[in-house]
């Protein structure tokens, strides 16, 4: 089983990055996809998560309108698109796999991906 997040790296106040998570080594499309984010000394937080189908898509309040969360399941990817970025938008992304569902709490989480570092400075 395997998740690579990428995508990440500096981004201005107020800019755009789109981060994409691979996935393979199990069947994606049974899978809820989450993204989630930690900065250090903190848990991880819960971002965004998107069902097996693609249907229903969840997010953090701090996030509503910024960020958007995406499937495609032939390609066994999902991708977190994030506008309007804000000095808080700082840490470490990380894509997860959750059979069946998509729930806030990580340790409901059964595969991890590497994380991928997002900055945002003026």
């Known amino acids: 089983v395997q998740l690579q997040a990428s995508g990440g790296g500096l981004a201005q106040i107020g800019g755009s990055r789109r981060l994409s998570c691979t996935a393979s080594?199990?069947?994606?499309?049974?899978?809820?996809m989450s993204w989630f984010r930690q900065v250090p000394g903190a848990e991880r937080e819960f971002v965004a998560g998107v069902t097996w189908s693609g249907g229903s898509t969840y997010y953090t309040d701090s996030v509503k309108g910024r960020f958007t969360v995406s499937r495609d399941n032939a390609k066994n990817m999902v991708f977190l698109q994030m506008n309007s970025l804000e000095v808080g938008d700082t840490a470490v992304y990380f894509c997860?796999?959750?059979?069946?569902?998509?729930?806030?709490?990580?340790?409901?989480?059964?595969?991890w991906g590497s994380g991928t570092q997002v900055t945002v400075s003026s």
């Open positions: 997860a796999a959750q059979m069946g569902m998509v729930t806030r709490d990580a340790s409901d989480y059964d595969y």
């Open positions: 080594g199990f069947d994606f499309s049974d899978y809820g």
